[in-house]
């Protein structure tokens, strides 16, 4: 499951995600958001997570638990169907109401829809999120050919380098194929003028 990079901040200042080390952020994918561990996206798309979540909040600000205590176990529909039927009150008052259809999503484990909730309860309690920011594309040919490269993007050597077998690769584009192809020229037919002539000049030595 993908969060917004500032929601997955103030999950780990609540210390409800792992938090990233300073020298290494947490990767970023191409949508701008940031991938949950296998772990915290599995607590959040049973509801645990947020269950946990406003727990921790209510004991900072002085509103009830959510019922934690009972909720289940599990990835099953069932399971993740109780477990978003408890929350459902508990969440309205941050004006996030769970109708039939949403929880329906929810239950089929749609994790955008969670991930959105998830993004509506921090504009709730924190405040707006900022607009996400794309990662630069990838270099041209990237990953199988992004940008019309193929594989031959995916590394360069410097112009003018010696590389280890001796050779030197210049600032050049590769000659065509056909250039290097050496297509041998057919014979002429058996007692036609030309092989005439090609033996003259042979015993000749040559033109």
Do not use: C
């Amino acid at each position: 499951m993908e969060v917004h990079p500032e929601v997955f901040r103030w999950l780990a200042a609540l210390a409800l995600v792992p938090a990233a080390p300073s020298s290494s952020p947490p990767p970023v994918t191409r949508s701008g958001k940031v991938l949950l561990e296998e772990a915290a996206a599995y607590a959040f798309e049973n509801g645990q997570g947020f269950g946990t979540l406003l727990s921790n909040l209510g004991a900072q600000r002085g509103m009830p638990p959510a019922p934690i205590d009972t909720f289940k176990g599990g990835g099953s529909p069932v399971a993740r169907l109780y477990n978003w039927n408890l929350l459902t009150p508990v969440l309205r008052p941050f004006g996030i109401a769970l109708d039939v259809d949403t929880k329906a999503l929810i239950v089929a484990g749609d994790v955008d829809v969670i991930s959105n909730i998830l993004s509506r309860f921090y504009e709730r309690v924190v405040g707006t999120l900022p607009d996400i920011v794309r990662p630069p594309s990838a270099p041209a040919g990237m990953y199988g050919g992004l940008g019309g490269g193929g594989m031959r993007d995916m590394y360069v050597e410097p112009p003018g380098t010696d590389i280890e077998n001796g050779a030197v690769v210049h600032d050049r584009e590769p000659a065509p194929l056909t250039a290097a192809v050496d297509y041998a020229v057919p014979p002429p037919p058996r007692g036609s003028k030309a092989l005439a002539t090609a033996r003259d000049s042979e015993a000749g030595g040559g033109v």
